[in-house]
């Protein structure tokens, strides 16, 4: 044999071989492959009468060395044949006939029976006339006489049919499939899809297992009935061999039912299509079963001895007398005989044949036919045991066509493994039969068959079409370690084979090594083959098959042209990496020989995508160069490539080209961001209610995809991403921008150049929303190497989220924030929650006052309609910050709305309010006088946030504003302190002055003006100066807690201190606020309603008195008193007591009333007076004595009791207990003697 039939199940050692042969050159492919369709579908017929089917297996072309073997196999001899042919004229007919006889002569020795199918004339084989062809139109049928001969579309038998399998690598299912990828399957007839595709052939099931005297009652029974039809279809074939000896144009041979000849109008008129070939297939039985019974009775010691073809000239010489010869011809006899008995329906009769065979074949070492019978033995097994698997409920018609056995294992439905394993994942039904043998049985017989058959040189191809049907045998029982035992047997054996048979047979290889599980095994066959479709002996290389098998082989590899369907983990090998470099070279190799660019770019981004990491330097450059080549002649697309074999191969980003680490939204500069203006903020009407209880987490795990801030429809937007350069050289990215949906955006493309195996780089993408809405971000597309990419989140390992989404709020305005200030170097003081734009800086001297002008100007497209100015403060009290900084709201509100470039300007006021104190913590008040002192001066810095809120447009109405603001700082530096302050009576009782004693602290000099006079003062230097007021009455009581803060105010009324720095031109203004008085100097300036005349010895004491009397020690020294109470102080009727003290001051500032033991008080020191009368005056004297020398003081004092609410004395918010307490008034003299030895 020359031809390998790469199909071959062991099923069909049942099928009659039935081929259907194109004859003549009028009848088109189109039409040829329509009838071969539907003839396909009768390759199982119930035979009329009997309890059997008959099983056929069609084919196009046969090789006759391949016919040949029908001695040695029955199964392998062509025993019918159906052309088809197509012709209008009796002339076209002769024709037609002719080439049917050569046919039939080509097939003589084997053929039973034959069929012409005649489409174009009438079914009596009469010509169409022209009504008939109107009526055909008029019927919508299509015209059966409009022949017309097209050399390129019709069929060139010599083309098309030399190839004597008659097999395709490709079937016609894969073409019409919709599947991505073409899967190449194990060679198969082209036009016999529909049969290959079906379920298995309904049998019955054959029982061997009753003894032998049974079994030939059985059979005797049976040739009793089968002779009655033998006499009827010997009459048939008699009539048939008589027909053939007509002449073509005999009408008598078209008119005859079962004639040889069957003519039909045309392909769509033949509904006696399927009836004609049912009842040719049928003749066929009948001309075997007669055959079958024949050889039953022939005598095997006197039968021709059946020869291989290549035996025939061993044989040539031999005596046909000797035992062996006899053994061989009855064993090679019953050998055939069980071959027949397969094909006839009776497996069970069969494996009885072929036993008894074996038995007779083995003395004599007939090796070769011994082997067909352990072969044979199998083939029946299975054909017996998978009964149960066929569908023998369903008798086989044109409507059902079913695959048999274990040849339906060899095709796959798209996206769909058909091998199982034995861990379970696929479960067969279990088969048990009693005559089959069991699987390791069959296993040995098939080991022996395929040892016996490569003692053979000559029966090379008999061997391994054994191998592949014991193969799929094994793999129905789910044997799969001992098929792939066979399997490789079949690698092993040697023939000279043609390069296309070679591709079947890797292909053949490659699809079985899939169904047992080797998926490596498979790809690397697969891959073998794709390489023998373009060796470099093969004169017309396929690059185009070639690239469909390496297709198919990418899985054994772990390569996947969507790199979505891999399973492995990011960063984790997958696969063999130097392996799937060299394929997928391959593969863009084969499609650049194609012709393909587009499709070898694809390949090449897929081995970028992958294998990057694997590569070397070098490789890595001449990827890029060779890449970079084919993008010049055409550019990289990102949509799916659709080939003309159905091969979808999808794009592939080029997610690494560069590899991006970090993607990041980026909100809107803080002055831009929009916020909701406070006026209408939302305020939560939900209720908190704690609860103890464990209700789950609140946190469901969902990856946020919302970010925390909004974009502003027309403003730009921006996106951050941090990238790395994996290549030795600098990439440079065409372009990069972003992909979105949901909102309309304009794009701003940008090109970086990302240097070679750099770190982190940044990348920025802007964008501008160009509507309102949400906003999502899918990812980001990238042009490199002239490849466009559109590369996903979803599809990057390093991002969780899948997308991102950014709220588009309306169109809002923008300004722009000046001030006339310098900028200040820092202000760290703050943060970015405040908005900051600029800065402003002021030194100011304590008391110093100035200002600056603060610009408002309208960038943007919409005019601003409302501004609101407000002040921030960090550290310092917000109370005191807006005492330095001060503005009009009215004249800002007088300049809205602002139009587009306009400029809205306001001043503000900076004052550099300070306490004038040495001691930010207040004074110290002294035992020795009533001048206040303080311990340290500093200077101040006042920070302050000038936060200008401002909408216009759609987004006011959204209630959106936007906010900046400005940072001012200011250095208050001190300029002079008051050191101490104090009270002193003037020569007139209705006049005071208050005493002030400056010190200058600025480092500068400087010029004090008060009460029209200048005081210069050096630096720090202290200069008193004295400020004459008018005394008032009382307005507060000494006891009351605001009293002093006050009072200090009050005097500050009166008080106008101005300082100047004359070296730098800048001015201030000394405020008193914070000085506190003491209650004694309060007194001193209001008019007290108690007027006093004290003398010492007769000597009259003035208020002014300045200085000691002197005395000695034991002189008597007389004090009068004489007071005097005003009518408005209200103190009439009040019981009073006046009291004269004599003490002493030390030099720590306290004072001794204890003096007694030194001196003696003639007289009483108190004075008791029941009831104040304003019309007398008060008098009391007393004498004091002292015995010790030194300086004594005399303080006298009433105390008023039980006083009632007087005029202008007491405030409004003075409780009733206040009104009964003692108010107590001191002589403003200072009496002060010196005692002297």
């Not at 189109?30 to 009997?50: E, M, N």
């Not at 695959?403 to 796959?412: C, F, H, P, S, T």
């Not at 490659?510 to 002996?537: D, E, N």
């Not at 002192?933 to 447009?953: D, M, Q």
Request: proline share 4%.
């Amino acid at each position: 044999m020359e031809t390998v039939d790469y199909s071959q199940t062991a099923e069909d050692h049942q099928s009659f071989l039935v081929l259907i042969r194109p004859t003549g050159k009028l009848l088109t492919w189109k039409h040829f492959s329509r009838c071969w369709d539907r003839i396909c579908q009768l390759d199982c017929v119930a035979v009329p009468g009997q309890k059997r089917d008959m099983y056929i297996r069609y084919k196009r072309a046969y090789s006759k060395d391949n016919n040949e073997w029908g001695d040695f196999q029955a199964h392998r001899k062509a025993l019918g044949l159906i052309s088809i042919g197509r012709c209008s004229t009796e002339s076209e007919f002769d024709e037609l006939f002719e080439s049917y006889k050569k046919e039939k002569e080509h097939y003589s020795e084997t053929l039973y029976n034959s069929r012409l199918i005649v489409f174009g004339m009438n079914t009596d084989g009469s010509e169409i006339n022209e009504e008939q062809q109107k009526s055909f139109m008029h019927d919508g049928l299509s015209p059966p006489l409009t022949f017309k001969i097209d050399t390129d579309k019709n069929i060139d038998n010599a083309d098309r049919l030399s190839c004597d399998k008659g097999d395709d690598i490709i079937s016609s299912e894969n073409k019409n499939s919709n599947r991505q990828v073409v899967d190449v399957e194990e060679p198969v007839d082209p036009l016999r899809k529909t049969s290959d595709e079906n379920s298995e052939v309904s049998t019955k099931e054959e029982s061997v297992t009753s003894s032998p005297k049974k079994q030939s009652e059985e059979t005797g029974s049976q040739i009793t009935f089968i002779r009655q039809k033998t006499e009827k279809v010997d009459k048939n074939i008699e009539s048939v061999k008589q027909s053939v000896k007509r002449t073509a144009s005999n009408n008598s041979l078209r008119d005859k039912p079962g004639s040889e000849v069957v003519f039909y109008p045309s392909v769509d008129m033949c509904d006696g299509l399927e009836e004609s070939v049912r009842e040719f297939v049928t003749s066929l039985f009948f001309v075997l079963e007669g055959k079958r019974l024949d050889r039953g009775f022939e005598r095997g010691d006197k039968s021709q001895l059946l020869c291989t073809p290549f035996e025939k000239k061993d044989f040539v010489g031999v005596d046909p007398d000797t035992k062996s010869y006899k053994k061989k011809c009855q064993g090679r006899l019953r050998k055939h005989l069980a071959d027949l008995c397969l094909l006839a329906g009776l497996p069970g009769e069969a494996m009885l044949h072929y036993s008894t065979a074996i038995d007779i074949l083995k003395p004599v070492n007939d090796w070769l036919w011994m082997a067909a019978c352990y072969e044979g033995i199998c083939a029946a097994s299975v054909i017996t045991t998978h009964r149960g698997s066929q569908m023998t409920t369903i008798r086989r018609n044109q409507s059902f066509s079913v695959k048999r056995g274990v040849a339906g294992l060899d095709k796959q439905k798209p996206g769909t493994k058909i091998h199982s394993y034995s861990n379970g994942l696929q479960e067969l039904p279990e088969v048990t039969s009693k005559s089959g043998l069991n699987p390791d049985d069959m296993i040995e017989k098939y080991k022996d068959a395929l040892m016996y058959y490569s003692k053979y040189k000559n029966a090379a191809v008999i061997e391994m079409e054994a191998s592949f049907k014991a193969c799929r045998v094994l793999i129905l029982h789910r044997k799969y370690l001992e098929a792939s035992d066979f399997l490789q047997n079949v690698v092993y054996i040697n023939l000279q084979l043609s390069d296309e048979d070679r591709i079947n047979r890797y292909s053949t290889l490659s699809t079985l090594y899939a169904q047992i599980g080797f998926s490596r095994k498979a790809s690397f066959f697969k891959r073998v083959a794709a390489m023998q479709c373009v060796a470099p002996q093969n004169p017309k290389p396929n690059w185009l098959l070639c690239h469909q098998l390496l297709v198919q082989a990418l899985e054994g590899y772990r390569i996947y042209l969507d790199p979505s369907d891999s399973t492995a983990k990011p960063g984790h090998m997958n696969g063999w990496p130097v392996l799937q470099m060299r394929v997928l070279h391959e593969l863009i190799y084969s499609a650049r020989r194609m012709g393909n660019l587009p499709l070898a770019i694809r390949y090449m981004t897929i081995l970028l995508h992958t294998q990057l990491d694997y590569m070397s330097v070098q490789e890595k450059r001449e990827l890029v160069v060779s890449l970079e080549n084919f993008t010049s002649q055409t550019e990289g697309t990102t949509q799916p490539l659709a080939l003309d074999s159905g091969l979808i191969v999808p794009h592939v980003p080029l997610l690494n080209l560069p590899l991006v680490k970090s993607f990041k939204l980026m909100p809107l500069q803080t002055h831009l961001e929009p916020k909701k203006l406070q006026s209408v903020q939302e305020v939560s009407d939900n209720v908190f209610i704690f609860t103890p209880l464990n209700l789950g987490p609140a946190d469901t795990g969902d990856i946020k995809t919302d970010v925390d801030f909004k974009w502003v429809e027309g403003d730009m937007a921006e996106v951050q991403l941090h990238v790395s350069n994996p290549m030795p050289d600098e990439l440079k990215i065409s372009q990069i921008t972003l992909t979105t949906e949901g909102v309309e955006i304009e794009s701003f493309p940008t090109a970086p150049s990302i240097p070679a195996e750099s770190g982190s780089y940044l990348v920025k993408i802007m964008i501008r929303p160009t509507s309102t809405g949400d906003l999502k971000i899918l990812g980001y597309s990238t042009k490199v190497y002239g490849v466009k990419s559109n590369c996903r989140l979803r599809d990057c390992s390093t991002f969780p989220q899948s997308f991102f989404k950014v709220k588009i709020i309306p169109a809002l305005s923008q300004i722009s924030l000046t001030s006339s200030l310098p900028k200040s170097a820092s202000f760290l003081s703050f943060g970015e929650e405040f908005n900051m734009v600029t800065s402003a800086t002021a030194v100011l001297y304590t008391g110093q006052s100035s200002e600056c002008t603060v610009t408002l100007q309208n960038n943007g497209k919409l005019p601003v309609e409302l501004v609101n100015v407000s002040l921030e403060s960090t550290r310092d009290n917000k109370d005191f910050v807006c005492e330095v900084f001060q503005w009009n709201k009215e004249n800002i509100d007088s300049q809205l709305p602002l139009n587009v470039s306009s400029l809205l300007c306001f001043n503000l006021a900076i004052n550099a309010v300070g306490e004038f104190l040495l001691s930010s913590k207040g004074c110290v008040k002294a035992s020795t006088d009533s001048l206040n002192r303080c311990t340290s001066s500093e200077g101040k810095v006042v920070e302050a946030i000038l936060k200008v809120e401002y909408s216009g447009g759609p987004g006011l109405k959204d209630n959106y504003c936007r906010c900046c603001s400005i940072a001012f700082s200011v250095d208050i530096l001190p300029s002079v302190v008051f050191h101490k302050w104090d009270v002193m009576l003037s020569e007139s009782s209705d006049h005071c002055y208050l005493l002030f004693d400056l010190q200058n602290i600025s480092g500068h000099d400087l010029e004090v003006y008060h009460s029209n006079q200048c005081v210069y003062l050096k630096h720090e230097q202290i200069r008193r100066i004295c400020i004459e007021i008018e005394r008032s009455e009382p307005k507060l009581f000494v006891g009351d807690d605001h009293s002093d803060v006050q009072f200090s105010q009050f005097l500050a009324t009166f008080v106008d201190i101005r300082w100047t720095i004359p070296s730098l031109s800048v001015s201030g203004k000394v405020g008193i606020d914070s000085l506190l008085w003491t209650s004694e100097q309060q007194q001193l300036v209001y008019i007290s309603p108690v007027s006093w005349d004290v003398r010492l010895n007769g000597q009259l004491i003035s208020p002014l008195h300045i200085g000691s009397l002197e005395y000695k020690i034991g002189q008597v020294v007389k004090v009068d008193v004489e007071v005097n109470v005003k009518s408005e102080s209200k103190l009439e009727d009040n019981e009073a007591v006046l009291t004269v003290y004599c003490c002493q001051h030390c030099d720590n500032g306290s004072i001794n009333y204890n003096t007694d033991s030194y001196v003696c008080t003639i007289g009483s020191e108190a004075l008791v007076i029941p009831k104040i009368s304003v019309e007398d005056t008060i008098s009391h004297s007393c004498m004091f004595m002292f015995t010790c020398s030194g300086f004594y003081k005399f303080e006298i004092r009433m105390l008023v009791k039980g006083q009632t609410k007087g005029k202008g004395q007491v405030p409004d918010k003075v409780t009733e207990e206040s009104l009964t307490e003692s108010r107590s008034f001191k002589c403003s003299s200072v009496i002060e003697v010196n005692i002297v030895d």
